[in-house]
């Protein structure tokens, strides 16, 4: 067997992992992966200006690919900065790699320059974190790092490399080598039997399609369960465009913050609940006394701990959830079990209806649900779109419509402010391939725009087009609500305008190599969002549209899902 480098070899297994784009910025412990690289030539790299902004754009590649992210960084603060990027793939069951360097390993106990030991920093928000200590385990690590990121309910992994590991020659042969299986958990066909048993016999029944449908790519089975047996469909934030929200089983989101009046008022009328991949995340929720009632609960989730780790539930089923949902349809089809829309169909249909909120302001400054009814109604359902945490998110999951699966990204339990610029960057890179003229639109609010703003510069050195829509009321909105309407009485170090207006966000992208324009009222937003398209294909970079909305405006929220708080006067 030849001989080689061991970064080539490394090289080599990412390329037969199917990664074709990475995300870094070199250093001076991490230059032989580097060196590995260039002789390769064949891997594109972007160099962020900010660790964690590799990690969120490897995040954004993923969750539009369905495949394993790759960011990569020097030894000391680079993984330092990258452990909110892991935190936030943590979380949302994103599968990304981050790739580290280190110090020698015969200085590692010395306290040597930007020696840290990342590993153990890492290990609580990842589902492996290595130190490569030979160098003949390189190629087997990376290979098991990409197995264990896909495998159960994805997630991130880590590997760091010593510097002297990385200089090393290795015996391998390519040629022969291949990823490593990854299996998906199988239904255990009795607890298929009952489910099915359990639906057929529910009279108000409800799907709630989580991340997890999107993540096993088990949309299509969805809906083809829903249709044979006319069940509505639910989804989760995570879940969100698993189904086409025009659909007419689609049942809208339930929750004490992202959620739809109608989405609420159906899942309390419900008796049964199948969750697919769902985690019960606390913002879905609510009080749980009110969420559980007496309805039955079946969850279905690929992780065995997961099942009962916020409620027991009436019955816990360990799977796939494109393998069950295929086991489930094949069951009820061998009983002719199919049946025609009946009276609860046609009852969330007629909640649907009526039970909405208003959109169609007029008012300036701009209240942010005409933005969403501007954003609905002008952008196709082929768009991708990325949003991060704050009151535009709640808006936005309120408003805003899915219609395919992961076309709609949004870190749902992190929440890091400053992910969308970079995910942007992420998912525009990841459909270079297979849809390179997708439009691509973060929302995104003031602050949070500011907190990984210097990744315009990668949007214009690479020539990455996307649009940003910034809702900006010169505050932090969503603190501001809650330190005002959550007992605390207070508006506390939460305003952050200043001078006449404050920020000039239009001359930040300026500053970039970027355009942007400002939005005053709500009848220039639709002429805006043309220029804006019209501007990122002429300069294929990112391009901005800041809306001025109402500066204390309120999303509907509440500590139950039967007791949310209407802010604006409901249709």
């Not at 590991?165 to 040629?175: F, L, M, R």
């Not at 899942?267 to 039955?296: C, I, K, N, P, Q």
């Not at 079946?298 to 027991?312: A, K, L």
Request: a negative charge; proline letters at 6%.
């Amino acid at each position: 067997m030849p001989k080689i480098p061991v970064m080539q070899a490394v090289v080599e297994v990412l390329k037969s992992e199917g990664v074709d784009t990475v995300f870094g910025c070199p250093g001076a412990a991490i230059l032989p992966f580097y060196q590995a690289m260039e002789i390769d030539g064949t891997i594109e790299h972007l160099i962020v200006r900010h660790e964690e902004g590799a990690t969120h754009m490897a995040d954004g590649w993923s969750r539009t690919t369905g495949d394993v992210g790759v960011a990569i960084g020097t030894s000391g603060p680079a993984g330092t900065n990258m452990i909110t990027g892991l935190y936030t793939a943590r979380a949302d069951s994103v599968p990304i790699l981050c790739v580290t360097g280190q110090a020698v390993s015969t200085k590692l106990h010395q306290e040597a320059f930007q020696a840290v030991d990342i590993v153990e920093i890492a290990k609580p928000v990842t589902k492996w974190a290595v130190q490569v200590k030979e160098a003949a385990q390189a190629p087997w690590i990376f290979r098991e790092a990409f197995r264990i990121a896909r495998s159960g309910r994805p997630g991130p992994v880590l590997i760091d490399l010593p510097l002297d590991v990385q200089k090393q020659e290795i015996e391998w042969d390519s040629a022969i080598d291949a990823p490593l299986p990854v299996t998906r958990a199988v239904p255990h066909g009795p607890r298929v039997e009952r489910a099915l048993d359990l639906l057929l016999a529910a009279e108000r029944p409800l799907l709630l399609a989580g991340g997890g449908v999107i993540l096993g790519e088990a949309h299509e089975e969805l809906l083809e369960l829903a249709e044979y047996l006319q069940v509505p469909v639910q989804a989760t934030l995570m879940g969100k465009g698993a189904v086409d929200e025009d659909h007419p089983l689609y049942a809208g989101m339930t929750g004490i913050q992202t959620s739809q009046r109608y989405g609420n008022a159906s899942f309390l009328e419900s008796d049964l609940v199948l969750a697919l991949g769902a985690r019960f995340g606390d913002r879905h929720t609510g009080d749980l006394a009110t969420y559980r009632g007496s309805r039955t609960f079946i969850h279905v989730d690929s992780e065995p701990t997961q099942i009962g780790r916020v409620f027991g539930p009436d019955l816990g089923i360990v799977a796939d959830t494109k393998l069950f949902l295929r086991a489930i349809i094949d069951l009820a089809r061998s009983r002719d079990a199919g049946r025609g829309a009946g009276e609860w169909v046609a009852r969330v249909q007629e909640l649907k209806a009526t039970l909405t909120r208003r959109e169609d302001f007029a008012d300036v400054p701009v209240k942010a649900p005409r933005v969403f009814k501007e954003i609905n109604e002008f952008y196709g359902p082929d768009t991708y779109f990325v949003t991060a945490i704050g009151l535009y998110q709640i808006w936005s999951g309120q408003h805003q419509k899915a219609h395919k699966p992961r076309h709609y990204q949004v870190c749902g339990q992190a929440g890091p402010l400053g992910w969308e610029i970079p995910a942007a960057i992420g998912v525009k890179k990841a459909l270079k391939h297979t849809d390179p003229g997708a439009e691509v639109v973060g929302i995104v609010g003031d602050y949070s725009f500011q907190f990984l703003v210097e990744e315009l510069a990668v949007g214009a050195q690479y020539d990455v087009p996307f649009v940003l829509i910034m809702l900006n009321n010169e505050y932090l909105g969503l603190i501001r609500m809650a330190e005002d309407h959550g007992g605390y009485d207070m508006e506390y170090e939460v305003d952050i305008h200043y001078d006449v207006n404050g920020s000039d966000n239009v001359k930040i992208m300026e500053a970039y190599g970027c355009s942007g324009v400002r939005v005053t009222e709500p009848d220039r937003i639709r002429e805006s969002l043309e220029w804006a398209r019209e501007e990122a294909d002429r300069t294929s970079r990112p391009v901005l549209v800041e809306i001025m909305i109402e500066r204390e405006g309120n999303t509907a929220n509440g500590v139950s899902i039967a007791a949310v708080r209407e802010f604006e006067p409901v249709p």
